[in-house]
């Protein structure tokens, strides 16, 4: 059987320890914090100790050996390792935030060093590892969301391109996982209407305010003849995730409608997820 290698890697305050969780909740054999250079040590003797699936967390704690990780990654592939990389992001203030709350040491602390400007050298540092895999900004998520959309990921099929269609709205932040960003906003909005505010896009009564209107026709096929259009290109650059952002003012109504409708249509063709990150 095919050794799978489950890679988490990203900022610290992220996220890592939950979606390590929820790896080995799974049945996967976990690791947190390994250097880099141990890696090849560790696969050889938990390949012959009978573990097929492993998840190990490798960020800045391990030193520079992190940079490292690119290289190991693609010797892995060659040898036929199943390899899947999960880069968990959150923007600075929120960072900054988590760990003010909670009083924890960042691992690049210092006394010549803020709090701000470890996690900004602590990007740098990762800045090459982060397009490697599917990355998730979690600025907004809470555990459980974060934890479902972990599951969501090891259900999918490696070898093909994962289409994902996520919401979100614009006055929370664009979300810095995203590869392609289309605004709506310029859309009517069922938040005016007092019967509709509560209401979601997946909701029959916001469905039927927005499919009949000229503009969410016009934007739907728009957005939809652009992905179809670039698509084979990224399928040919070998990427395994393709984040189509999708946002409206709250992230609550137009933006919910067109990802569930643009997830529905690609999905005949693609492997697609659709998540909303302001409904979670």
């Not at 972990?150 to 006055?171: E, N, P």
Request: with cysteine; net charge neutral; charged share 25%.
């Amino acid at each position: 059987m095919t050794l799978q290698l489950f890679v988490i890697s990203g900022l610290s305050g992220s996220g890592k320890s939950v979606a390590l969780k929820v790896l080995e909740d799974s049945g996967y054999y976990c690791v947190d914090n390994l250097p880099t250079e141990l890696l090849p040590a560790l696969l050889g003797n938990l390949k012959h100790s009978g573990h097929d699936r492993v998840a190990v967390s490798v960020d800045v704690r391990s030193g520079n050996s992190v940079q490292q990780l690119p290289q190991h990654i693609e010797l892995f592939r060659a040898q036929g390792i199943d390899v899947r990389l999960l880069f968990l992001d959150a923007n600075q203030d929120e960072l900054v935030k988590r760990f003010s709350e909670t009083r924890r040491r960042h691992p690049l602390s210092s006394d010549t060093l803020t709090l701000p400007e470890c996690v900004r050298q602590e990007r740098e540092l990762l800045a090459d590892i982060g397009h490697l895999g599917h990355r998730i900004d979690t600025s907004e998520l809470n555990p459980n969301a974060l934890r479902a959309w972990v599951k969501d990921m090891i259900q999918l099929d490696r070898a093909r391109l994962t289409l994902l269609f996520q919401s979100f709205g614009f006055k929370h932040g664009i979300p810095l996982d995203a590869d392609l960003v289309f605004d709506v906003r310029c859309l009517p909005n069922p938040h005016y209407n007092p019967e509709l505010r509560p209401l979601t896009g997946r909701d029959a009564p916001v469905i039927d305010f927005l499919a009949p209107l000229p503009g969410v026709q016009k934007m739907y096929a728009d957005i939809r003849r652009f992905v179809e259009e670039w698509l084979p290109c990224f399928i040919a650059d070998n990427r395994s995730y393709l984040t189509v952002a999708v946002g409206c003012t709250g992230g609550q109504h137009r933006s919910v409608y067109l990802s569930e409708r643009l997830g529905r249509h690609f999905a005949t063709q693609q492997q697609v997820l659709v998540r909303h990150r302001e409904l979670n």
